[in-house]
């Protein structure tokens, strides 16, 4: 299956030119990257190889020039990435939260984000984000760690956890309380706390794909300056929901090069299966570059992307179940890659759980689109 | 309209859908060529620019109003090198090595075109039989295998991009009645009240119609993309089968969740949703939907289906959907 990318001609044809010099280094670190292993080994791979790939200007491209980039251009970066996708290169996944945290900081602190994005975007540094906690997973504007106002700035205390890749990260997005108790959304502030700041500790969670996907990170009276507060006192809602469409757009965008990648390597058989798994990768991928367009444009709408993300959660499991049943998980029968197919698979399964899950996505599509609900307009 | 994308670019679709609308609710009788013509529609399709917003606008309205039309015969000219219609019917390969399909509801067809992926021919329409349907309204011609012995090479034909355009022309259709009754469904669960609310409050319900409206955005995408490709050789194929699949399984999605929520009275004769689950399963058949994932596999290990480049690279600036 050949792979349209993207990219234009000249950039597809640059591509190859520097691949061609550089096979061997970018397959090395790619393999490095794919490879299950514990939190900190897991980041350190992630972050060797975007750096790398930031020197040879591939992860440059397309963000702004006062972070480290060439200009900001969303089309070059998706079309970045499907290069590197067509490419069997893997896209390291620090790079998901630079997509997340580099537009929310432009958007609504552009001089943090003068400050602080450069490493970020250079792979010098790996960030998290810190929104669910023990009593709020869905029900996210329930969350209650807290932001008190100090003489210097806040205190925050509390605790959050399912936190990707935070084990290891310089930096945090927090979402915290300043309202009152019953504020719900409406008392909200997110805040860029630095994970080395007195009174942060970070713990990872093994989880059952053999990798610690998730942290958990506690707050005990975390001195935070208001200067890296992003957004409005009360006004955190806002900014995660501006977050989140970037997280579910670009996400899936990433994501559907990836699994586009698994159909082409999975050996001839089952054209049924293959063609069904096939159809909801080139859905995602065609409802993503929308989003993504919409994005760019800023003219993107919040509730849209919840379609995206349960394609993204259909495509995950068609392409993984495909390749569990053509190459069982269930046993190790010596062929190589078991381990990271075991991880593939089990960690697909929890696509449809992420990044709000798919009973969330419905709801707020039946909420928002389909005008029902309480809630409705 | 339920929307189900990011915001309505100005590409000329809601123009075009109300006087497709129109058309259709003042003709049941059969929207004909003259018609078509008169509003300007065959110019549009002329017309890459407004080619998309034309096609996508009269094939979901035709299935939104179950309209007969000769719109998919006008829709494949464009690839017949010069060809006259007059008023043939395009038939796509059935079971069996015949081939399927639906006339227009106008005068008796004169001629039949066979479409497939490496040929069109032409054939007199006295060689095919009626095929009764599901539909109480509508009939199949069905041409054997053997009576296409004489059936003549169009030529100058281009047969991949016949078919791809048939096939979009009939995925559009499918489309089009299943974002109608996702309306249906939604604007049912929002009036129906049971347990002292309406049934659209209750989760089961609203997810249900959840997943109509991913399906039904699917679909959409896969026949805007085909509609981009439709003129090349190298891609169209695979992307109109990429819309057939998406379209299909919008269709299904649609219908099994419509039915649902629509619960007892969806399931009368009095109530209108059997009509599109008749229409539907008709032109799913035409299509040949039923081994369409098999197709697609087998399709997909050799070519791509995403547009060329620079097209969809230059549509970031204009921040345009898709």
Not at chain 1, 195 to 198: A, E, G, L
Not at chain 2, 77 to 86: M, R
Not at chain 2, 264 to 273: K, N, W
């Given at each position: 299956m050949s792979a349209d990318v993207l990219a234009s001609a000249e950039l597809s044809a640059e591509f190859a030119r520097w691949l061609a010099a550089n096979r061997a280094q970018a397959t090395e670190l790619s393999e490095a990257a794919l490879r299950p292993a514990p939190a900190t080994e897991y980041l350190a791979a992630q972050k060797a190889l975007q750096s790398w790939l930031y020197e040879e200007g591939w992860l440059a491209r397309g963000w702004p020039k006062e972070y480290g980039g060439t200009g900001n251009d969303v089309g070059l970066r998706a079309a970045i990435y499907d290069l590197l996708g067509a490419a069997d290169i893997a896209v390291p996944s620090t790079v998901n939260v630079v997509e997340i945290i580099a537009p929310t900081l432009q958007h609504f602190a552009p001089g943090l984000a003068e400050q602080l994005l450069s490493p970020l975007v250079a792979g010098a540094e790996a960030w998290c984000q810190g929104f669910s906690e023990p009593e709020a997973?869905?029900?996210?504007?329930?969350?209650?760690?807290r932001a008190t106002r100090t003489e210097q700035g806040w205190s925050i205390s509390g605790q959050k956890i399912?936190?990707?890749?935070?084990?290891?990260?310089?930096?945090c997005a927090v979402l915290a309380r300043t309202g009152s108790p019953e504020s719900r959304h409406r008392g909200l502030s997110l805040f860029m706390v630095d994970?080395?700041?007195?009174g942060v500790e970070c713990r990872p969670i093994d989880d059952m794909s053999f990798t610690q996907h998730f942290g958990e990170i506690f707050f005990d009276d975390v001195q935070v300056p208001?200067?890296?507060?992003?957004?409005d006192v009360d006004g955190g809602w806002a900014v995660a929901q501006y977050l989140l469409q970037w997280e579910r757009g670009m996400f899936s965008w990433l994501r559907q090069s990836a699994l586009l990648g698994m159909l082409r390597q999975l050996p001839p058989g089952d054209d049924a299966g293959r063609g069904a798994a096939y159809q909801d990768v080139i859905a995602l991928r065609l409802r993503s570059l929308g989003t993504l367009r919409a994005l760019a444009a800023g003219k993107s709408d919040g509730p849209q992307v919840s379609i995206d993300k349960l394609l993204l959660s259909r495509a995950e499991r068609s392409v993984h179940e495909l390749a569990n049943r053509t190459r069982p998980v269930a046993v190790d029968d010596g062929t190589p890659g078991w381990h990271e197919r075991r991880h593939e698979y089990l960690h697909s399964r929890s696509a449809p759980i992420y990044g709000g899950s798919a009973e969330i996505q419905r709801t707020i599509i039946a909420n928002q689109i389909l005008q029902l609900g309480k809630e409705s307009r | 309209m339920i929307r189900l994308e990011h915001s309505i670019p100005d590409d000329g679709y809601a123009e075009i859908r109300a006087t497709v609308d129109r058309l259709f609710q003042e003709r049941p009788q059969g929207v004909g060529v003259a018609d078509l013509e008169d509003f300007g529609w065959t110019e549009m399709l002329d017309d890459p620019d407004t080619r998309g917003a034309a096609a996508r606008a009269m094939f979901e309205g035709q299935g939104s109003a179950l309209a007969l039309a000769g719109t998919p015969e006008t829709f494949l000219?464009?690839?017949?090198?010069?060809?006259?219609?007059?008023g043939a019917v395009a038939m796509l390969p059935g079971p069996d090595g015949g081939y399927l399909g639906l006339p227009s509801g106008g005068a008796d067809p004169a001629r039949l075109l066979l479409v497939d992926a490496a040929s069109v021919r032409s054939l007199p329409a006295d060689r095919a039989t009626q095929v009764h349907t599901v539909d109480p309204g509508v009939s199949l011609l069905s041409v054997s295998a053997e009576a296409t012995a004489d059936a003549t090479p169009v030529t100058g034909a281009a047969p991949g991009l016949a078919l791809a355009r048939v096939q979009v022309a009939l995925s559009l259709q499918l489309a089009g009645m299943g974002a109608h009754l996702l309306e249906l469904g939604r604007d049912h669960v929002r009036t129906r009240e049971q347990f002292g609310r309406p049934i659209g409050r209750f989760q089961a319900v609203q997810h249900l119609l959840a997943e109509v409206a991913v399906a039904v955005a699917a679909a959409d995408a896969a026949n805007r993309n085909a509609l981009d490709l439709i003129d090349d050789p190298g891609s169209a194929p695979l992307a109109a089968l990429v819309a057939v699949g998406l379209g299909t399984r919008a269709f299904d999605t649609a219908t099994r969740g419509a039915q649902q929520v629509l619960g007892?009275?969806?399931?009368?004769?009095?109530?209108?949703?059997h009509r599109y689950l008749y229409r539907g399963l008709v032109l799913q058949h035409l299509l040949g939907s039923r081994d369409i994932d098999a197709r697609v596999g087998a399709a997909a290990a050799s070519t791509a289906v995403t547009p060329p480049v620079a097209t969809w690279y230059d549509r970031f600036e204009e921040g345009l959907h898709l």
């Open positions: 997973g869905s029900d996210l504007a329930s969350l209650r760690t399912w936190s990707t890749r935070a084990p290891g990260a310089d930096r994970m080395d700041t007195p208001d200067d890296r507060r992003i957004g | 000219a464009a690839t017949l090198a010069g060809f006259e219609l007059d007892a009275i969806g399931y009368t004769r009095e109530h209108e949703f």
